[in-house]
């Protein structure tokens, strides 16, 4: 039976998001194609009709999931980001959770490929936490990229701390909270 092309995209879209959700649980490497097709309700030999590598696969789940979140904090000012972003509900789901904080040091290991992919989800990212900045001098426009970039590297790194602790952990929550109280002291003054 022939696959019309809406269906193909559809498949294709779904095995994207299966792959995006199983790459952030359990890193590039904790997943393999035939797994990964047969959690998106396909067979291991139709991986090539859509993907010419894992590694095509990989970025652009990584891109779709980057544009997923970049769409989830268009309407969250830098404040509210960091506490969403920071609690326990986005450090115990990282199958729906970053990118960023579920891959990035996997990424570091991965092809020029992957890396660049990375490197345009964090510039969209800290596009979209961008609030006001063109009504700022040039001076200040940069000084906001520069507290942008540090607030989004703390955050990425406590979560990846968090998530490294057992999860009833009182340090894992503790991570959490302090620099949750730290970053948003940066930005009250």
Do not use: W
């Not at 294709?12 to 890193?27: N, P, Q």
């Not at 769409?71 to 980001?81: K, P, R, V, W």
């Not at 540090?150 to 406590?158: N, P, R, S």
């Not at 998530?163 to 620099?179: F, H, K, T």
């Amino acid at each position: 039976m022939k696959v019309t092309k809406a269906q193909a995209r559809e498949n294709r879209e779904r095995i994207v998001e299966t792959a995006s959700m199983l790459f952030r649980e359990r890193g590039y490497d904790g997943v393999g194609v035939a797994e990964l097709m047969a959690a998106a309700g396909f067979t291991h030999g139709g991986f090539y009709k859509h993907f010419g590598s894992k590694a095509d696969l990989m970025a652009e789940a990584a891109a779709c999931s980057f544009a997923r979140s970049a769409e989830q904090s268009t309407e969250l000012n830098i404040a509210d980001f960091i506490k969403q972003y920071l609690s326990r509900e986005h450090r115990d789901t990282p199958a729906q959770g970053c990118t960023m904080a579920a891959l990035c040091a996997d990424a570091g290991r991965q092809s020029e490929v992957i890396k660049q992919t990375f490197a345009v989800g964090i510039e969209n990212q800290l596009a979209t936490l961008a609030d006001k900045d063109a009504d700022l001098s040039k001076t200040e426009q940069h000084q906001a990229r520069a507290n942008r970039i540090a607030a989004f590297a703390q955050v990425v790194g406590a979560i990846v701390l968090s998530r490294a602790c057992p999860d009833d952990s009182a340090l894992a929550d503790e991570i959490l909270d302090v620099c949750r109280t730290k970053i948003l002291g940066q930005y009250d003054q």
